[in-house]
């Protein structure tokens, strides 16, 4: 693994260094729209810095986009249960609700941003023997994220204004512009990505910060897949079943590279993204926003709450975060029963499953999904400290019908505290845990793999400091990059596709499972791979399983047609038995998903922007 570079440029002199690690993205830079400014290399460098740059703002990939309008589905809830306030992953927003306003604002900042820099590039005169880089690449990459900024509205908001041309001058009647349908800006897309998808790096770069050939190609797959849903129109000339085989053809072209594999370890993928490393041997993340720093300093500065809002809670009234094992996280984001039963139930070989779990796979266990263990772990690090005179909290618990009162000693955030229920404990082991004399016989500890299950923490991107550097002081803002597409996606992708479109997987598909669900360290049923609709029905589970907590799920809810049903259903999946939940939470979390309604398929157009653009409409139903 290579160590991410981290540069913060503070003159274009440095640009040289910043190219060779993707690090030219670190800096915030403005555009600068002059034709005659990009006169060479490091120029280029600088403005296309700024056209990438929204991608790892707050409003987008930092936390609005990513986390409060992307990550709250069947398999995701917030549980802030203190929140009273309209937000879009409690279902309760309005075309009022600032976090709509802002992340639209910063799409069409990326698109502005764009307009200007190809504009500006392509009027500006270059000698080619003094780039190592053809302009055409700048422009190409210029271009994509031109359409992938597009493609994130029109996938949202529905029908959307389609800015292709930068603004002459500030001219408020620049802002007039009518919404072009969703399927023709979706169209749109596509054939601006396939226009320039030959001239972008065909080679993978040792980081995934800026877009490669396979990287458009994968996106190609997803924009094609989401045309083929049941929520968008369709393309004149264009049938469904064709969307289906284009985004097969363009799954199967990143399959075909060679250039992307699974990382043998799902764990290590994200673990990467904690860490600030990129992973330069398998290059299953494809492609990141990029977040760096912490805070602590100007020369220091993010804009990423990964980690931070969804993680393992980890808080404490003790300051001194050098002993903490876990940097502090609000862990806001839950995973769901339905998650849960996904992983423990459904699509599981009888041959692995065992009434009794065990969290090491010891021989004669039930087999765990090891994507179970890391994105549900057994723990977080809220530790059990409270009110009680000995500094610990009294428990009541049951031993053959003997009702004891017991103090568990763990200092908060020191240690890995387990979810509980009574003497269940969700860990074998529990680090910093005493025995109090005469109050608590630490045999008394039952093993229950189970106890809340329903209110866990989403652990993918957690702030352990095993993994991410010790913090000498509370940051909300992390170094933690947020994956954009992942080659396990672009597997998935094609199995459904061509699933869709032949009637029936074929060896390519059927394997790219097994793969999967291998590194899973699971068994495949084979009978589901070879009926068209049981294929069908795993690989949307196994969308779940795979991606779930990376801002997917809900559009793949939204294009399969099932949005509304499959988030009723996830409000009303809860174990009735207080072992597995707690009704604080559960109840919340309830509430939100019962806010669903039709409406919610397309966010509404924000407030402000009906204010000044009046050749906009509100949604239907908002």
């Known amino acids: 693994m290579k160590m991410k570079n981290i540069y913060r440029l503070g003159t274009l002199a440095l640009f040289g260094t910043a190219l060779s690690a993707c690090s030219f993205l670190d800096t915030d830079p403005q555009i600068i729209p002059a034709e005659n400014y990009y006169t060479s290399e490091t120029k280029l460098q600088y ?13 987008l990939y930092g936390n609005y986009y990513s986390l409060q309008i992307s990550n709250a589905d069947d398999l995701c809830y917030f549980n802030n249960y203190n929140n009273i306030d309209t937000r879009p992953d409690r279902y309760n927003h309005t075309a009022g609700t600032a976090v709509i306003y802002d992340a639209w604002l910063k799409l069409y900042q990326g698109i502005k941003n764009a307009n200007e820099y190809i504009k500006g590039v392509e009027a500006s005169q270059i000698d080619p023997e003094d780039l190592s880089t053809p302009k055409s690449r700048y422009v190409a990459e210029a271009r994509f994220l031109r359409a992938y900024y597009h493609f994130l509205l029109a996938q949202a908001w529905g029908d959307v204004p389609l800015r292709v041309e930068a603004a002459t001058s500030p001219n408020p009647n620049d802002v007039q512009l009518a919404a072009t349908p969703q399927e023709q800006v979706l169209k749109w897309c596509v054939d601006e990505i396939e226009a320039v998808v030959g001239d972008l790096d065909p080679e ?38 064709e969307m289906y085989k284009k985004a097969a053809d363009w799954a199967y072209k990143v399959i075909e590279s060679g250039k992307h594999h699974l990382n043998p370890s799902y764990e290590e993928v994200f673990i990467n993204m904690i860490r600030d490393q990129y992973d330069t041997q398998y290059h299953e993340s494809m492609w990141e926003a990029e977040f760096l720093g912490d805070r602590t300093s100007a020369d220091k500065w993010t804009n990423g709450r990964i980690g931070d809002l969804i993680g393992l809670k980890s808080q404490s009234t003790n300051t001194n975060y050098s002993e903490w094992a876990c940097n502090y996280s609000y862990g806001f984001y839950n995973g769901s029963y339905t998650l849960w039963q996904l992983y423990s139930e459904t699509d599981r070989v009888e041959s692995d499953l065992s009434p009794e779990d065990d969290e090491n796979n010891i021989a004669g266990k039930m087999v765990i999904d090891k994507r179970r263990i890391w994105n549900l772990p057994g723990y977080n690090f809220q530790g059990y400290s409270g009110s009680h005179a000995t500094g610990g909290r009294e428990i009541t618990y049951t031993v053959n019908n003997d009702k004891k009162t017991g103090i568990l000693l763990q200092t908060r955030s020191m240690h890995r505290t387990p979810w509980n229920y009574n003497n269940n404990f969700a860990m074998r082991t529990i680090e910093g845990l005493e025995e109090v004399e005469g109050k608590f016989d630490l045999n008394d500890l039952v093993y229950n793999p189970d106890v809340m299950c ?169």
Do not use: C
């Open 47 to 59: 403005g296309l810095a700024g056209v990438y740059g929204p991608l790892s703002s707050e409003e």
């Open 204 to 241: 993978v770069d040792q980081t995934p910060s800026r877009v490669s050939q396979t990287v458009a190609e994968g996106i190609l797959a997803r924009i094609y897949l989401f045309m083929a849903g049941e929520s968008v129109a369709e393309v004149e000339g264009l049938p469904k079943k």
């Open 454 to 622: 329903a209110i866990r923490n989403a652990g993918k991107w957690r702030r352990e400091t095993l993994y991410e550097n010790q913090m000498s002081a509370k940051s909300l803002y992390t170094t933690i990059n947020f994956p954009l597409l992942r080659y396990s996606d672009v597997l998935l992708m094609y199995a459904e596709a061509i699933n869709e479109y032949n009637g029936a997987p074929d060896d390519i598909a059927k394997q790219a499972i097994r793969e999967i669900r291998t590194r899973a360290g699971i068994q495949t049923n084979e009978s589901q791979l070879n009926d068209p609709q049981s294929f069908r029905e795993l690989v949307r589970n196994e969308r779940g399983r795979e991606l779930v907590f990376e801002g997917l799920r809900k559009y793949d809810l939204i294009r399969w047609g099932i949005f509304v049903d499959r988030m009723h259903l996830a409000g009303t999946n809860i174990p009735s038995e207080a072992i597995y939940r707690n009704t604080t939470y559960t109840d919340y979390a309830a509430t939100s998903y019962a806010n669903v309604g039709d409406r919610h398929i397309y966010l509404p157009i924000p407030t402000k922007e009906l204010a000044v653009n009046h050749a906009l409409t509100q949604n239907p139903l908002w």
